[in-house]
C-alpha cells in the first residue's frame, strides 16, 4: 500500500537528494541532522542545501526544480562545479523516514546550468521529460550522425581506447604532451579523461594537434598538472565516409548520406555550350 505523506500531525520526514556523476562518482545528501544509509549509498546530512518547489504536470512540459546549497560541504567544491564534475549529472529528490527508511522518489532529471555566487552555489535541473522535446526523426548529412564506437557505429570502444602518461602540460595554450601509443592524428575528435591528478574523471575533447604533436583539448585546464600523470585516450573520428571505409573498414555501418544532392541543387540552371 502507498504511503501518504504528511497525513500525520507528527511526522519523521525528511528530503534526500541523490547526485550521480558522468564519472562514476554519486553523492547524497538529506536534511535530517544525521546521516541516512540506503540503496548502497550513504546521504550525508546537510543542512543547507534547500530545494525549491518542485512542478509536476500531466502534460508533456518539462517538470521544473532546482537545488540551492552552501560552497562549504566536503562533497561539492568551487573547483569540482569550474571543473564541470557535475555537469549532466542525475539526480533524484524524494522523501524518506528516517526512522523506516521508506522512501519515494518526487523528481528525477539532470543537473542543467549551474550558478555560482559568493559561497554558495544554484543548480536549474532538467526533467526527464525533457527528453520528449528531442526530435527524434534524423536529419540528412553528408557526414556521419553516428557517435564514434556508439550505437550505430557498432565498433568496439576497447579497441581504440589506450592508455598514456602526461609528459607536459602547457596551461596558456590549452594543450598537452603526452606518451602513448596512439598517434597524435588519430586522437583529434577523440576524448582525453584522465585517471590520476587534480582532474581524475574529467573529460575533454581533443580539437586538435599542435607542430610538435601536443593534443589541444576543448575544456580549459584550470589546475596545474605534473607529469606523468595517467590519461585514459579514445581515438576520434571525422566522420567522412572515406575514414569510415580506409581506416575503419566500417562503411557499410555509416550512417550518412555523402551522395545525396544538397540544397543548392535547385538553384543550378543549364547553360548553353560554348
Same mark, same amino acid.
Given at each position: &500500500?502507498?504511503?501518504?505523506? *504528511?497525513?500525520?500531525? @507528527? !511526522?519523521?520526514?525528511?528530503? *534526500?537528494? +541523490?547526485?550521480? %556523476?558522468?564519472?562514476?562518482?554519486?553523492?547524497?545528501?538529506?536534511?535530517? /541532522? =544525521? /546521516?541516512?544509509?540506503?540503496?548502497? @549509498?550513504?546521504?550525508? #546530512?546537510?543542512?543547507?542545501?534547500?530545494?525549491?518547489?518542485? $512542478?509536476?504536470?500531466?502534460?508533456? !512540459?518539462?517538470?521544473?526544480?532546482?537545488?540551492?546549497?552552501?560552497?562549504?560541504?566536503?562533497?561539492?567544491?568551487?573547483?569540482?562545479?569550474?571543473?564541470? %564534475?557535475?555537469?549532466?549529472?542525475?539526480?533524484?529528490?524524494?522523501?524518506?523516514?528516517?526512522?523506516?527508511?521508506?522512501?519515494?522518489?518526487?523528481?528525477?532529471?539532470?543537473?542543467?546550468?549551474?550558478?555560482?555566487?559568493?559561497?554558495?552555489?544554484?543548480?536549474?535541473?532538467?526533467?526527464?521529460?525533457?527528453?520528449?522535446?528531442?526530435?527524434?526523426?534524423?536529419?540528412?548529412?553528408?557526414?556521419?550522425?553516428?557517435?564514434?564506437?556508439?550505437?550505430?557505429? #557498432?565498433?568496439?570502444?576497447?579497441?581504440?581506447?589506450?592508455?598514456?602518461?602526461?609528459?607536459?602540460?602547457? &596551461?596558456?595554450? =590549452?594543450?598537452?604532451?603526452? =606518451?602513448?601509443?596512439?598517434?597524435?592524428? /588519430?586522437?583529434?575528435?577523440?576524448?582525453? +579523461?584522465?585517471?590520476?591528478?587534480?582532474?581524475?574523471?574529467?573529460?575533454? !575533447?581533443?580539437?586538435? #594537434?599542435?607542430?610538435?604533436?601536443?593534443?589541444?583539448?576543448?575544456?580549459?585546464?584550470?589546475?596545474?598538472?605534473?607529469?606523468?600523470?595517467?590519461?585514459?585516450? $579514445?581515438?576520434?573520428?571525422?566522420?567522412?565516409?572515406?575514414?569510415?571505409?580506409?581506416? *575503419?573498414?566500417?562503411?557499410? =555501418?555509416?550512417?550518412?548520406?555523402?551522395?545525396?544532392?544538397?540544397?543548392?541543387?535547385?538553384?543550378?540552371?543549364?547553360?548553353?555550350?560554348?
Amino acid at each position: &500500500m502507498t504511503r501518504i505523506w *504528511f497525513s500525520g500531525a @507528527l !511526522e519523521t520526514v525528511a528530503t *534526500f537528494w +541523490r547526485v550521480a %556523476r558522468r564519472d562514476g562518482v554519486s553523492i547524497g545528501f538529506t536534511t535530517h /541532522d =544525521n /546521516d541516512l544509509w540506503f540503496d548502497g @549509498l550513504l546521504y550525508r #546530512t546537510a543542512p543547507g542545501m534547500l530545494p525549491s518547489a518542485i $512542478r509536476r504536470s500531466a502534460d508533456f !512540459e518539462p517538470d521544473s526544480a532546482e537545488v540551492e546549497g552552501a560552497l562549504s560541504h566536503e562533497s561539492i567544491s568551487a573547483s569540482d562545479l569550474a571543473a564541470g %564534475r557535475f555537469d549532466g549529472a542525475q539526480v533524484a529528490i524524494g522523501l524518506v523516514d528516517w526512522l523506516t527508511l521508506e522512501r519515494h522518489v518526487l523528481y528525477r532529471g539532470t543537473i542543467g546550468s549551474v550558478l555560482e555566487e559568493a559561497v554558495k552555489f544554484t543548480a536549474q535541473l532538467a526533467s526527464r521529460k525533457a527528453e520528449l522535446q528531442r526530435d527524434p526523426v534524423p536529419r540528412t548529412s553528408p557526414t556521419c550522425r553516428a557517435v564514434f564506437c556508439g550505437p550505430g557505429c #557498432t565498433l568496439s570502444p576497447a579497441r581504440f581506447t589506450h592508455e598514456g602518461t602526461l609528459v607536459s602540460a602547457d &596551461m596558456a595554450a =590549452n594543450t598537452i604532451a603526452i =606518451n602513448a601509443p596512439a598517434a597524435s592524428a /588519430d586522437l583529434v575528435g577523440g576524448m582525453v +579523461r584522465w585517471i590520476d591528478g587534480p582532474l581524475a574523471g574529467v573529460r575533454a !575533447e581533443v580539437i586538435g #594537434t599542435g607542430a610538435d604533436g601536443a593534443l589541444a583539448l576543448g575544456s580549459p585546464m584550470d589546475q596545474a598538472l605534473a607529469p606523468g600523470l595517467r590519461i585514459s585516450l $579514445r581515438e576520434g573520428c571525422d566522420r567522412r565516409l572515406e575514414t569510415c571505409a580506409t581506416r *575503419f573498414g566500417n562503411a557499410i =555501418n555509416f550512417q550518412g548520406e555523402p551522395f545525396l544532392p544538397g540544397n543548392d541543387l535547385i538553384a543550378r540552371y543549364p547553360s548553353a555550350p560554348a
